[in-house]
T-cell receptor, first 112, second 110 residues
Framework: AQSVTQLDSQVPVFEEAPVELRCNYSSSVSVYLFWYVQYPNQGLQLLLK??????LVKGINGFEAEFNKSQTSFHLRKPSVHISDTAEYFC??????????FGAGTTVTVRA | SQTIHQWPATLVQPVGSPLSLECTVE??????LYWYRQAAGRGLQLLFYSIGIDQISSEVPQNLSASRPQDRQFILSSKKLLLSDSGFYLC?????????FGQGTRLTVV
């Protein structure tokens, strides 16, 4: 069975501080990995994705994520956050049978 | 360009009534299609996904069903709604591994 675990439901952080959002997955097959973001009162949009190749993936708005196959993790990071990064972040896994599963989400609140 | 339409945006239905939520995609062919329910603190729960007409996988046993009568149309249905079916339902389609979401339907069962 395929599942996605986001280890932190809420992450408060001060502006210009770094942030890391943790994601672990379980799957018996090869997967593609994603991070999506949902800003308040908006739909989901893709931040970044890992399909193959380099395990360090860079996305929009200064975010990056690292795929670790041995630890089955795909943690998201940003070295310096802005108030505008306040949003809910979702980790997702897509297996080769096209099943696309999401984690429960992490709410990031950036404070001045 | 590709677009996804989902309707209605809001719906209030009595317990025991039927449900039909429709999702259509324009500008692409043979898309992978998905139905999710989004709840606070629970993320997006995958309900059904489809890789082609009459090819539908169900992820969660429940009071809902899905159909794909045409290539770019995905319908979520119920014969008799329960109070627990209330929620926010999202349709999505996938192309080259990126998913695009509809605006969602807020369903309230009363």
């Amino acid at each position: 069975a395929q599942s996605v675990t986001q280890l932190d439901s809420q992450v408060p952080v001060f502006e210009e501080a770094p942030v890391e959002l943790r994601c672990n997955y379980s799957s018996s097959v090869s997967v593609y990995l994603f991070w999506y973001v949902q800003y308040p009162n908006q739909g989901l949009q893709l931040l970044l994705k890992y399909l193959s190749g380099s395990t360090l993936v860079k996305g929009i708005n200064g975010f990056e994520a690292e795929f670790n196959k041995s630890q089955t993790s795909f943690h998201l990071r940003k070295p310096s956050v802005h108030i505008s990064d306040t949003a809910e972040y979702f980790c997702a896994v897509r297996s080769n049978d096209y099943k696309l599963s999401f984690g429960a989400g992490t709410t990031v609140t950036v404070r001045a | 360009s590709q677009t996804i339409h989902q309707w209605p945006a809001t719906l209030v239905q009595p317990v025991g009534s039927p449900l039909s939520l429709e999702c259509t995609v324009e500008g692409t062919s043979n898309p992978n299609l998905y139905w999710y329910r989004q709840a606070a603190g629970r993320g997006l729960q995958l309900l059904f996904y489809s890789i082609g007409i009459d090819q539908i996988s169900s992820e969660v046993p429940q009071n809902l069903s899905a159909s794909r009568p045409q290539d770019r149309q995905f319908i979520l249905s119920s014969k008799k709604l329960l109070l627990s079916d209330s929620g926010f339902y999202l349709c999505a389609w996938e192309e080259t591994t990126e998913a695009f979401f509809g605006q969602g339907t807020r369903l309230t069962v009363v």
